[in-house]
């Protein structure tokens, strides 16, 4: 009863948030969708890394990418000189294939050529900017409810036959979140701008990102298409080394707004 009734509260939930129609800044510009401030419950006990559960509060707005980061985006930077690194597509193709196998040094040459572009700061999420928006206004293991729902998530278990356990699958192929978000649960860890910690013990709760050096060991999110399903939640956390790229690791951009 208890988990029928969670996942009718997620069901409402859900429909009573509306996501904010798609914009562009420029032709070539990837798909952003404006997120309003707020606060949630961040984290999570199925591990070590996500604990405590505490408060964040935003109190800005801000824009994250509908999408992750596709070779056709990545390619327009290319052919504008600005980005070096054409990354092995690992036999994926390219097209609305997500951008693999970038390090940080990388998506940086992409941050400012877009933000230079248009006129406008465009960066890596936050941990708790990426975790806000992942989780589409629902307080649960997933936006949709709490257990892995096939077909909703590309992960290994996750019933997301022909890309599970195999590959990441195009953007767009499963549905979006409550704020109208795509794959962000599963497919591609994703880049965030903190620095790792073994937990959320003094973690910002203004959701800004944890500092540190600059070559510290970086917060990836949302799991991704070789891995098992409890990666795949909002609250889940790994890290990445910021010099190393992967073909499980992708990214999706932010932009400031007034």
């Known amino acids: 009863m208890r988990h029928l009734l969670l996942a009718l509260l997620a069901v409402l939930a859900a429909s009573a948030a509306h996501a904010a ?7 070539q510009c990837p798909e952003m969708i404006a997120i309003k401030p707020g606060s949630f419950m961040m984290g999570g006990n199925w591990a070590e890394n996500e604990r405590p559960v505490h408060t964040v509060t935003l109190t800005k707005p801000y824009a994250i990418a509908k999408y992750e980061l596709t070779f056709d985006e990545w390619e327009m930077c290319r052919a504008a000189g600005a980005c ?13 294939q997500p951008v693999i196998n970038l390090a940080i040094a990388d998506i940086a ?37 709490e257990t892995m729902k ?25 549905p979006p979140n409550p704020y109208g978000l795509h794959e962000m649960n599963g497919n591609l860890w994703e880049w965030t701008a903190d620095c790792f910690a073994p937990n959320h013990n003094q973690a910002p ?25 409890p990666l795949s939640r909002p609250a889940s956390r790994a890290r990445q080394d910021p010099r190393q790229w992967s073909y499980t690791v992708g990214v999706r951009l932010v932009r400031e707004m007034e």
């Open 21 to 27: 129609e798609a914009f562009r800044d420029c032709p």
């Open 84 to 96: 070096s690194r054409d990354p092995d597509v690992h036999a994926w193709g390219k097209g609305r």
């Open 109 to 145: 040459q992409y941050l400012a050529w877009l933000s230079k572009l248009t006129g406008k700061t465009y960066r890596l999420p936050s941990e708790a900017e990426w975790e806000y928006a992942a989780r589409g206004g629902i307080d649960g293991a997933y936006w949709w409810g």
């Open 150 to 174: 096939p077909g909703h998530a590309n992960c290994r278990d996750c019933g997301a036959d022909p890309w599970g356990g195999d590959r990441a699958a195009p953007v767009g192929t499963f």
């Open 205 to 229: 709760t203004d959701g800004s990102p944890r500092p540190g050096p600059d070559n510290c060991q970086r917060v990836i999110k949302g799991g991704a298409w070789y891995y098992y399903a």
